[in-house]
């Protein structure tokens, strides 16, 4: 046991390699949040705009560009669609910005479904009492139906945050020192390959079960408001 903490004071803390798992894990967390924020505002915008559509005959061609782009950004593989905005279309942009957008724009696809169907869950007659109430359509889905279709796609959203979480260990390909890139810079300059490998999958794992739980938390905490 007295060699293994050796090892670890020797490849992390001796070498100051620990900086550097510090700014990748910063850096993981920096393009997770952002890449969510972008992803709940884009696929909400989408999904609010799909369902509008099928009662306004304008917007009925800006839904089909919209399910091409969530057909195509499902079909592309995270990787290549981050190395086609770092190489062809955001040139000139720092790789965690290029990473923040990319991430974004891929949860976007996957989140516009998920919000579509707890907006379809919710039963049509709660937009109609808010419009009876005098509301407009949008405001009737802002303050009426978007609050309930939430309790209903929580979980979905939440494992979709995990997902999201652990996407961005490919964000290394674009030049990010994320939290696997910084392990494999640590793992590449000292020759040790376990102990790096082995904290960037422990780290990786207790903030998925961290997030987990929160959101368990945050379900049941719902639960209770809806039965009192």
Same mark, same amino acid.
């Given at each position: 046991?007295?060699?293994?903490?050796?090892?670890?004071?020797?490849?992390?803390? !001796?070498?100051?390699?620990?900086?550097?798992?510090? !700014?990748?894990?910063?850096?993981?967390?920096? $393009?997770?949040?952002?890449?969510?924020?972008?992803?709940?505002?884009?696929?909400?915008?989408?999904?609010?705009?799909?369902?509008?559509? !099928?009662?306004?005959?304008?917007?009925?061609?800006?839904?089909?560009?919209?399910?091409?782009?969530?057909?195509?950004?499902?079909? $592309?593989?995270?990787?290549?669609?981050?190395?086609?905005?770092?190489?062809?279309?955001?040139?000139?942009?720092?790789?965690?910005?290029?990473?923040?957008?990319?991430?974004?724009?891929?949860?976007?696809?996957?989140?516009?479904?998920?919000?579509?169907?707890?907006?379809?869950?919710?039963?049509?007659?709660?937009?109609?009492?808010?419009?009876?109430?005098?509301?407009?359509?949008?405001?009737?889905?802002?303050? $009426?139906?978007?609050?309930?279709?939430?309790?209903?796609?929580?979980?979905?959203?939440?494992?979709?945050?995990?997902?999201?979480?652990? !996407?961005?260990?490919?964000?290394?390909?674009?030049?990010?020192?994320?939290?696997?890139?910084?392990?494999?810079?640590?793992?590449?300059?000292?020759?040790?390959?376990?102990?790096?490998?082995?904290?960037?999958?422990?780290?990786?794992? $207790?903030?998925?079960?961290?997030?987990?739980?929160?959101?368990?938390?945050?379900?049941?905490?719902?639960?209770?408001?809806?039965?009192?």
């Amino acid at each position: 046991m007295s060699a293994w903490f050796d090892k670890i004071y020797e490849t992390f803390i !001796e070498t100051g390699y620990y900086n550097l798992m510090i !700014e990748g894990l910063y850096n993981t967390i920096k $393009i997770t949040l952002g890449a969510l924020v972008i992803g709940v505002l884009l696929g909400t915008l989408i999904a609010v705009t799909k369902y509008f559509s !099928e009662d306004v005959p304008v917007l009925k061609p800006l839904a089909k560009v919209l399910d091409i782009y969530v057909t195509a950004i499902r079909g $592309i593989p995270v990787v290549v669609l981050l190395l086609v905005f770092y190489y062809v279309i955001m040139t000139s942009s720092e790789g965690v910005v290029v990473g923040v957008i990319t991430f974004g724009i891929n949860s976007s696809a996957y989140m516009a479904e998920l919000i579509r169907s707890g907006i379809n869950a919710v039963d049509p007659g709660q937009m109609e009492a808010g419009r009876s109430l005098g509301m407009s359509k949008a405001q009737a889905m802002a303050k $009426i139906v978007l609050p309930q279709a939430v309790k209903y796609i929580l979980p979905a959203i939440g494992n979709e945050f995990v997902a999201l979480l652990k !996407e961005t260990s490919v964000a290394g390909y674009v030049a990010v020192v994320d939290l696997t890139r910084a392990g494999n810079l640590v793992r590449n300059n000292t020759f040790d390959a376990i102990n790096p490998l082995f904290t960037i999958a422990i780290t990786y794992l $207790i903030m998925t079960v961290g997030l987990t739980r929160i959101l368990a938390a945050v379900e049941r905490r719902l639960a209770k408001s809806d039965k009192g």
